[in-house]
């Protein structure tokens, strides 16, 4: 068993909280080592920049800087804890990672993806054996979003930046399918669980 990284994207409210727990329980079902992970954040300093980024008091922050913090945290992550985890042959399931800034920062701000990229090589160095992407209208997932309490300083964001994101997702998924798996994250809660299993155990089958 050689370590891999798995990751989770969506838009705002996708349900990715409630699909990482069932993803961690099947992985570790597996007796493999499973390490979980979500981004911004997932060490001290990626949770001190995670709560700069996120605040909701610094609205002037601009794309520039935003993608930067996002690489940063990244950065600190890997090397930190994911790429050690990969080097002991540990699964790393992480709750966003690189393509939540080419969705969020590129399509969403509109910052060049080549630029994304190459911070991409320099900072990061890891590219997800396995990407499952939740994806639903915008209107939905920010409903649900918003229904859970006061928003964040990027949900604050309006429905055409979301609408943005969730066209930069698809379009990633378009250009390199063999990494990506779309899940209907609009389906009742059981059959998006259900797919996303589905989509977990066609991949380990795959790649045992
Ligand atoms: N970001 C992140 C960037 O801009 N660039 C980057 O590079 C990175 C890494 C992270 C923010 O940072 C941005 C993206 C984000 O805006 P966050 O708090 O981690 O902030 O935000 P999200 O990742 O969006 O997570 P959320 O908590 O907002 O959404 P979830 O986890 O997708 O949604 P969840 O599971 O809390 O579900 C929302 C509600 O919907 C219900 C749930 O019960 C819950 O109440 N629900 C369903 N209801 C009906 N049917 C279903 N199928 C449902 N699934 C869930």
Redesign the pocket.
Known sequence: MTGRLITLE?G???????AMAFLAGRIAARGVELLQV???GGTEAGEAIRRV??NPGHAGLCAET?LLL?FAARAQLVREVIGPALARGAVVLS???TD??FA??GGGRGIDAGRIAELERWACGIRPDLTLL?DLPVDQGLA??R??GPT?R??AERTEFFERVRAAYRQRTAQEPARWRVID?S???DE?LVALGTALDAHFEARP
């Open positions: 969506g705002e409210g996708a349900g990715k909280s409630t979500r981004e911004p980024v996120l935003e996002m709750d966003r990672f939540a800034s969020y920062q939740l649900r979003a229904g859970r964040d990027i949900e994250a389906r009742p809660l998006v």
